[in-house]
């Protein structure tokens, strides 16, 4: 059934869990080394109003579905190439606009 685990056993769920909030706080970690490199390099140009509101919990650019090998090593993430693109396409705000009316 949708929203339920599909674990009989109660460690089983306390895996997941576990599993889950590892997940979590990985995707929270990369999203603020980007926020934070993308801050410090827009702070020096002092335009910063379009990422002043962006979430480190937004999830919408990780791949989640497909097939990830984790056995053969990988070369390392340029941290500075994504934050130069990041630079470079506005990202939308968190804010909720105001209808006029």
Avoid at 39 to 64: L, Y
Wanted: net charge negative.
């Amino acid at each position: 059934m949708l929203g339920e685990l599909p674990l009989m056993l109660e460690d089983d769920q306390h895996l997941w869990h576990e599993c889950s909030r590892l997940v979590t706080n990985c995707i929270i970690f990369y999203n603020m080394t980007i926020l934070s490199l993308l801050w410090v390099r827009q702070e020096a140009t002092q335009d910063m109003a379009h990422i002043a509101h962006v979430s480190p919990v937004a999830w919408q650019h990780i791949k989640f579905y497909g097939r990830h090998e984790f056995t053969k090593a990988s070369e390392p993430i340029n941290m500075e190439e994504i934050v130069e693109a990041v630079a470079h396409h506005p990202m939308l705000s968190m804010r909720t606009k105001e209808v006029p009316g």
